[in-house]
């Protein structure tokens, strides 16, 4: 099974990336944590939020992977804990398909994404740059890797 972080946005800054890369090679052969960029769309022009998010609802579709089981970032997603999220990753595992986790754009993501989705996430009760969302839920991923794996990084 791979995790699929479906992220909108390009060029972040460089702590970004290397704080994704760092928790990204952490992870498994068997269950690597995989990063696919998707462009945002441009705001102006008389193009409104509602038509950026369906624009980059398509993007996301066309770079999900086949038969994945789809989890979108929302406000009004699961809050997890550590441990819960952990619980949700066996789950995610024992289904067998790959695990795309959707980050939407300045605006989130389309509601038909929302509505279509397998589930929705609760990353934090605070509104989070897509950049430092994208360093805590590869985070968050790792720490939950590691309860399942009985690895002391977590040490609670």
């Known amino acids: 099974m791979n995790i699929w972080l479906l992220a909108v946005g390009q060029r972040m800054p460089r702590w970004v990336d290397e704080a994704y890369a760092e928790y990204a090679r952490r992870f498994p052969a068997q269950n690597p944590l995989l990063l696919k960029e998707i462009r945002a769309e441009a705001r102006g022009g008389g193009i409104g939020a509602d038509a950026a998010m369906e624009r980059e609802a398509q993007r996301i579709e066309a770079a999900l992977p086949p038969g994945c089981l789809r989890i979108a970032l929302d406000e009004h997603g699961t809050r997890h804990t550590s441990a819960s999220l952990a619980r949700a990753l066996q789950r995610w595992r024992d289904d067998g398909r790959d695990v795309a986790l959707l980050i939407g754009g300045a605006d989130g993501l389309a509601p038909r ?26 985070e968050a991923l790792y720490r939950a890797h ?3 794996a009985g690895h002391p990084y977590h040490r609670a």
């Open 113 to 138: 994404l929302k509505a279509g989705a397998d589930g929705l996430l609760r990353l934090s009760d605070l509104t989070l740059p897509h950049g430092l969302a994208r360093v805590l839920l590869a």
């Open 146 to 148: 590691t309860l399942l």
